[in-house]
């Protein structure tokens, strides 16, 4: 969203810009389409006006190259997890962030929501067809951008789990970073 001017040959700092995601192209009714439609602009501005453009992925730069063209100045630069989702040295401080949350001993987590998009619907009938699997944890928060202690917001769309899988599936709702390093190091599966 900065300020982005054309490229000048004899300009002493190249302009960079990072591209997170493909969304806009991909599922704009994820972002709702006003935005998806502004995001896409501001995109479209970037590849003209950017020296580089950076993507975490090479699924969103093959987005881009599809839409705007094989020449772009697009680098991919996977981002590094933040430390505190790696596997805790302190398994004691890890388990206590679990039962603090109130997870099971054995589960599976999944961020997934109902919708379209979400595909929860499809874990719960896996859930509801095979009494052998493990519990689920439904994250109902999206993992916070840093730490320090200050919770995420909660979901607006609230998670509904069938009378039958009340006692399987459990909403969780992570406040920190390492609660969310705790939360996978002790899941089966994500």
Known sequence: LG???????????????TVPHALASLA????GQAEARQYRAYVKRALRLA???????????????S?????????????PAPT??????????????RAALGVPERYVITPARTGEHGRLEWLLDALAGDPELPDLVVSTTPAP????????????NPTPVPEALRGRVHLVEPRELADWGAL???A???
């Open 84 to 97: 505190e989702l790696a596997r805790p040295c302190d398994t004691a401080d890890a388990e206590a962030r």
């Open 184 to 186: 996978l190091s002790g």
């Open 28 to 31: 704009p009714e994820t972002m």
């Open 51 to 65: 020296d580089a453009v950076i993507t975490p992925t090479h699924a969103t730069a093959n987005v881009l190259f």
């Open 3 to 17: 300020p982005l001017r054309a490229r000048q040959e004899d300009a002493a700092t190249p302009t960079t810009v």
């Open 145 to 156: 951008a840093t730490t320090g202690g200050r919770g995420a917001t909660p979901a607006t």
């Open 188 to 190: 089966l599966l994500l």
């Open 67 to 79: 839409r705007f063209g094989p020449d772009l100045p697009v680098q991919v630069l996977p981002m």
